[in-house]
C-alpha cells in the first residue's frame, strides 16, 4: 500500500492512509520521517523509497523532529514525547498528561529541541540529554522558535511573545500583543522574529529596535511563515500567491511585498523555504505544490495530482529534497538535484 | 468533506454534566466522539478521547468587546479534525460558570474552525431541583438555558411534580424554542444530545408548536427576553441585510442570539439565518415544499429587546 510511484524524474509518491501532520528528514538526510494524523510514524528510506511505519502515539502525531545520533523524536495529542529509532523502536522521553505535544522547534545544529505543553516549554538538550521547563506562559503556546545560533527561544501566545535567553537564567523579555500569535520564525541572521496572528495579519519584529512591522487583512490565517536563505525576503501562508515582503524595506512607509503566481481558487496552506539555495515551497488548499524561485520571483507548479489540501512541507538541513505531505495522506519527496537535471 | 458535527454541552455546576460526558464516552454506541473537556471540570474523566481545554478566551482585535472567542477551541478543534475519519462528533463542554457566547462565536469567527466543522446544537443540562434557586443568583445560569437549542432537565427523580412543573415552566419561559426534554441521571436516547443536526433551522423552529399561532410573543424572565416574529409575506432580502446588519451592528450587544427563516421572493430555497451578537451568518437552507405555506419566522433572544421597535423594522422589511 504504501510503495513508491515515480511521478516523473525527482518526483517520487507515497499513499499513507492518513492525515500527514508533518515531515522531518534525519540529519544525514538518508530518512523521511512523516507524523500522522492516526499516531503513526512512517518513515521512508532515501534514496531506496521504502517505507515503514510505526505505531507511536494513540490519537494524532502532531509534531516530528531529527534526533541528531539518528532517529526521531515525536509528539502527539496523548502528552507522549517519543523517541523512535532507526530501526523502530519507540521509548518515552517524557509525558504531559492531558497536553497536547504539537509545537516542536529545533536549533539549526539539531541539539536543542523545543516542545510545547500546555503554556510550558519542555527544552531537550539532544547531547547531554537533559530536560529544562520553561514558562508557565502566559497563554497555551500556540508557537515555538529557536534562534539560529539557538540562544534564544521564541514562544508565541494569546497576547504577545515571549523570549528567553537561554545561556542566562533571567526573566524572559516579554513582548506585548494582543490577540492570538503563531508561528514565529526568526530570520537567518536572528535579527527579526516574525509572527503570524489569527486575525489574518502577519508581525515582523526587529529586536533591536523593537519596530513592529504589521501587515493585516490577509485573506487566512498565515500558520507558517518562512525566511528565504539569505534574509532578504519573508513568506507566509494564508494567501493566494506567493509572497515575499522584502526586509528591512518592510519597515519604511507604503511596503510593498513581491507577489507572484496568484492561484485564484486557492489559498496556501503549506511552505517551506530552501535553507541553501533561493527557493521555496508552497502548497495550497487545493492541492498545489509550487517551487518558487526567490531570485527571479517566478514559480513551478509540481506534477502532483491536485484535489487534498498540502499539510505539511520541508526541505531537508541540505536543501536537496523537499518533502510535501497531504491531507489525504498522500506524501511527495522532490529530489531536487535529479529533477533539475532531467530539466 | 462533511463538516464534523460539533455539539456544546453546558449547564451549572453539579447539573450532571460529567455523568453525561461518561456515558457518551463509555456507552457502546457504536460512535466515536472526542470530548472536550475543562481543565479544571469537577470530576476527571479519564479517556482517550478526551482533551483538557483551558477555556482560553480572547478579544478579537477588531474593536467590538463581545466578539470573545476561545483560542483553545481553535487550537484543539484544528487539530480533532485532523482524525477525521475516525470522529463522528466532538462535544464540548464549559463549565457551570462560563458564558457559552465566546464558544459559539469560535465557529464564527475563525475561519479555519468554521470551514470543516458544524456547529450541531448547544445542549444545556439543568438540575431540577436547583434550578429555581440558581436563576435568582446567577446570570450564568440563564443565559445557558437562554442560549440552548435543548435543554436537558436532570435529576427528576428528585422533584415532585410541582417541582418539575415549576423547572419546566422557568425553562419555558427563558427559551420557548428549546426542545426539553427530562431525565433523572442523564438517561436521554444520546441522538438527541450529539449529532441532532438542529442547527437545521427549520428543524429547530418547528419545535416549538405555538409558535406558528401568535403573530409575536415576548416572555421576559428579569431582563433576558425574547420577541419571535412570522410573517406570510416574502421578506425584501436587500432590506432585511441592511437592517439586521444595522441593528447587531447598535444592539449586538445586548442580543445573546438571533435565528431565523426567510421566504425570499421567486426563491425556490429558504433563506436561514443565525447570530451571537454582533456575528450573523446567512445561507440557502432546504427547498420549500409544493404545498407548504412560505412563513418567514425570525427570533430575537437577549436583554432589555424593544419589541415594538423590532416588529416595525421586521414590517417593513416585508415585500409590500
Not at chain 1, 158 to 163: C, S, Y
Not at chain 1, 285 to 294: M, P, Q
Not at chain 1, 314 to 334: I, K, N, P, T, Y
Not at chain 2, 242 to 247: D, K, L, R, V
Request: charged share 20%; net charge negative.
Amino acid at each position: 500500500m504504501a510503495a513508491p510511484v515515480t511521478i516523473s524524474p525527482g518526483l517520487t509518491q507515497w499513499e499513507l492512509q492518513a492525515y500527514v501532520e508533518q515531515a522531518a528528514f534525519s540529519s544525514g538526510a538518508d530518512k523521511l520521517a512523516l507524523a500522522l494524523g492516526d499516531g503513526r510514524i512512517a518513515l521512508i528510506d532515501i534514496p531506496g523509497g521504502e517505507a515503514s511505519f510505526v505505531k507511536v502515539h494513540q490519537g494524532s502525531c502532531l509534531g516530528i523532529a531529527a534526533h541528531p545520533a539518528g532517529g526521531f523524536l515525536s509528539g502527539g495529542d496523548d502528552g507522549l514525547l517519543a523517541y523512535t529509532s532507526l530501526d523502530g523502536t519507540v521509548s518515552e522521553v517524557t509525558r504531559a498528561k492531558g497536553q497536547w505535544l504539537e509545537h516542536m522547534a529545533a536549533s539549526r545544529d539539531g541539539r536543542t529541541l523545543a516542545v510545547a505543553a500546555g503554556r510550558e516549554v519542555i527544552l531537550l538538550n539532544l547531547e547531554v540529554g537533559s530536560l529544562a521547563n520553561y514558562g508557565p506562559h502566559a497563554g497555551t503556546v500556540s508557537g515555538l522558535a529557536l534562534s539560529p545560533a539557538g540562544g534564544v527561544l521564541a514562544v508565541t501566545h494569546t497576547g504577545g511573545v515571549t523570549l528567553w535567553d537561554l545561556d542566562s537564567q533571567g526573566e524572559p523579555i516579554k513582548l506585548d500583543l494582543r490577540g492570538m500569535n503563531l508561528a514565529p520564525a526568526f530570520s537567518p541572521d536572528g535579527s527579526y522574529l516574525a509572527m503570524g496572528h489569527q486575525e489574518n495579519a502577519v508581525h515582523i519584529i526587529d529586536l533591536e529596535s523593537r519596530k513592529v512591522f504589521g501587515l493585516a487583512g490577509l485573506p487566512a490565517k498565515p500558520g507558517r511563515l518562512d525566511w528565504s536563505h539569505d534574509g532578504r525576503h519573508l513568506l507566509h501562508t494564508g494567501t493566494k500567491a506567493v509572497i515575499c515582503w522584502p526586509v528591512p524595506e518592510c519597515f519604511q512607509e507604503n511596503p510593498a511585498p513581491v507577489a507572484f503566481s496568484v492561484q485564484e481558487e486557492a489559498r496556501m496552506s503549506a511552505l517551506a523555504a530552501n535553507p541553501r539555495i533561493p527557493f521555496a515551497g508552497a502548497g495550497f488548499s487545493d492541492g498545489t505544490v509550487l517551487l518558487a524561485e526567490l531570485k527571479r520571483f517566478a514559480a513551478y507548479p509540481l506534477e502532483i495530482v491536485p484535489g487534498s489540501p498540502v499539510s505539511a512541507l520541508c526541505w531537508s538541513a541540505q536543501g536537496l529534497h523537499m518533502a510535501c505531505g497531504m491531507e489525504d495522506g498522500r506524501a511527495v519527496l522532490l529530489d531536487l538535484g535529479e529533477m533539475l537535471q532531467a530539466g | 468533506m462533511l463538516p464534523i458535527p460539533v455539539t456544546v454541552l453546558t449547564g451549572y455546576l453539579g447539573a450532571g454534566k460529567t455523568t453525561l460526558l461518561n456515558r457518551i464516552l463509555t456507552e457502546n454506541h457504536g460512535k466515536r466522539y472526542a470530548v472536550i473537556v475543562n481543565e479544571f471540570g469537577e470530576v476527571g474523566i479519564d479517556n482517550e478521547l478526551v482533551a483538557h481545554s483551558d477555556e482560553e478566551i480572547f478579544e478579537m482585535n477588531n474593536g467590538c468587546i463581545c466578539c470573545t472567542v476561545r483560542g483553545d477551541l481553535i487550537r484543539m478543534v484544528g487539530g480533532l479534525i485532523r482524525r477525521k475519519g475516525s470522529l463522528d462528533g466532538v462535544l464540548i463542554e464549559t463549565t457551570g460558570l462560563a458564558d457559552p457566547a465566546p464558544v459559539i462565536q469560535t465557529f464564527f469567527l475563525d475561519q479555519e474552525t468554521k470551514e470543516r466543522t458544524a456547529l450541531d446544537a448547544v445542549v444545556t443540562l439543568v438540575d431540577a431541583r436547583h434550578f429555581e434557586g440558581q436563576l435568582g443568583r446567577s446570570q450564568e445560569a440563564r443565559e445557558q438555558v437562554v442560549f440552548a437549542d435543548a435543554v436537558i432537565i436532570n435529576k427528576t427523580d428528585l422533584v415532585d411534580e410541582a417541582g418539575l412543573a415549576r423547572a419546566l415552566e422557568a425553562v419555558k419561559s427563558l427559551n420557548p424554542r428549546a426542545e426539553v426534554m427530562t431525565s433523572s441521571r442523564c438517561d436521554v436516547p444520546l441522538d438527541k444530545v450529539l449529532a441532532r443536526r438542529s442547527f437545521d433551522l427549520m428543524k429547530l423552529l418547528d419545535i416549538e408548536p405555538d409558535f406558528l399561532d401568535e403573530g409575536a410573543h415576548e416572555h421576559s424572565h428579569d431582563t433576558v427576553q425574547s420577541v419571535s416574529m412570522t410573517s406570510d409575506k416574502p421578506v425584501d432580502f436587500e432590506k432585511f441585510k441592511t437592517w439586521i446588519g444595522e441593528y447587531l451592528n447598535d444592539h449586538g450587544q445586548h442580543v445573546y442570539r438571533c435565528k431565523g427563516i426567510l421566504s425570499i421572493p421567486d426563491e425556490r430555497q429558504r433563506l436561514v439565518f443565525q447570530g451571537v451578537h454582533m456575528l450573523v451568518e446567512m445561507g440557502f437552507g432546504q427547498p420549500w415544499k409544493e404545498d407548504e405555506s412560505r412563513v418567514s419566522k425570525v427570533v430575537f433572544i437577549g436583554r432589555n429587546l424593544d419589541r415594538l421597535a423590532l416588529q416595525i423594522a421586521f414590517r417593513d422589511c416585508l415585500v409590500k
